[in-house]
């Protein structure tokens, strides 16, 4: 399994998959101009946006996803319309001072903005991975944030696998847009209201975390602790991603260092407690030490 940041180079290729899955040419496009925004500066690695090229076994696409204000998300329904959904225009992610503002506050909406792959029809179970894995580094990357809904957008021939999810949810939590080719828009709103087993992640996102006591020093500090929390707390991937800020294992000892003294976790008071299992187990508790606010 391969994650890393999105670039320039790999632009092409990933649009190149679009045309299988949504043959639409301005659909196409308005991808194109979306995956070349996030391919440049850091909006691959943002506290608010997110955008991963991943390989899952023989399995490769992007998932992308952007933080938006709930302004931006109540136009994203009222629209209904499959181009808008793919704007920059309506997926501009907030700035970080508008994120502290509404992890604090009224929160954000989640919107995950691109999620394709080249499909196998003989690969099902590859497709459903690719899914899974998706759906979880994003989750890991945005948990702990104040998120007030989630916007996705459902094709078609995807409705079977997500169905499980949509259905057991409460119906007071969950809206579904019909849009003008049969794919659909759906909003999930908090709190989380299952209403039979389903999957896990619109939970996690959706939960709101107590505010930390002790925080981490720096927004560096944090985006470097998110990047952990998404691979699992694998450095070598991490670094190899190219989403950590990290020139090699130094800087990362470093961070670890100042992290502990931070957050009070010595592991001196316990010759068997290892560092990295305590921080590991905080974050996972609250992913909101990771979070700006």
Do not use: C
Not at 99 to 127: E, K, P
Request: hydrophobic letters at 40%; glycine letters at 6%; zero cysteines.
């Amino acid at each position: 399994m391969v994650s890393r940041i999105l670039k320039p180079g790999d632009v092409d290729r990933m649009v190149g998959i679009v045309p299988a899955i949504d043959p639409n040419q301005a659909v196409v496009a308005a991808i194109r101009e979306l995956l070349k925004w996030y391919s440049t500066g850091e909006r691959a690695r943002a506290f608010s946006s997110f955008s991963r090229v991943l390989r899952v076994g023989d399995t490769e696409g992007h998932v992308s996803a952007n933080l938006v204000t709930n302004f931006q998300a109540d136009r994203l329904t009222d629209e209904r319309s499959k181009l808008f959904t793919y704007s920059l225009q309506a997926l501009l992610p907030v700035d970080r001072a508008t994120l502290r503002y509404n992890n604090n506050d009224g929160g954000s909406t989640l919107v995950l903005t691109t999620l394709f792959w080249q499909a196998d029809q003989n690969n099902i179970a590859g497709s459903v991975r690719f899914l899974e894995e998706s759906i979880e580094r994003m989750v890991r990357w945005f948990e702990g944030n104040t998120i007030r809904s989630i916007i996705f957008t459902v094709r078609e021939g995807m409705l079977r696998l997500v169905l499980p999810t949509i259905e057991s949810l409460n119906r007071d939590s969950v809206r579904r847009f019909p849009l003008e080719d049969g794919d659909e828009f759906v909003r999930v709103y908090a709190p989380w209201k299952p209403q039979a087993a389903g999957t896990d992640w619109a939970r996690r996102l959706l939960t709101t975390y107590k505010r930390p006591k002790l925080a981490l020093a720096s927004d560096a500090a944090r985006l470097n602790g998110r990047a952990l929390h998404e691979f699992g707390y694998d450095v070598k991937a991490a670094l190899e991603s190219g989403i950590t800020t990290w020139s090699g294992k130094a800087s990362y000892k470093s961070w670890r260092r100042t992290v502990s003294a931070r957050l009070n976790l010595n592991p001196a008071k316990d010759k068997h407690a290892d560092v990295e299992e305590l921080y590991r187990n905080l974050f996972r508790s609250n992913p909101r030490y990771l979070t700006l606010y």
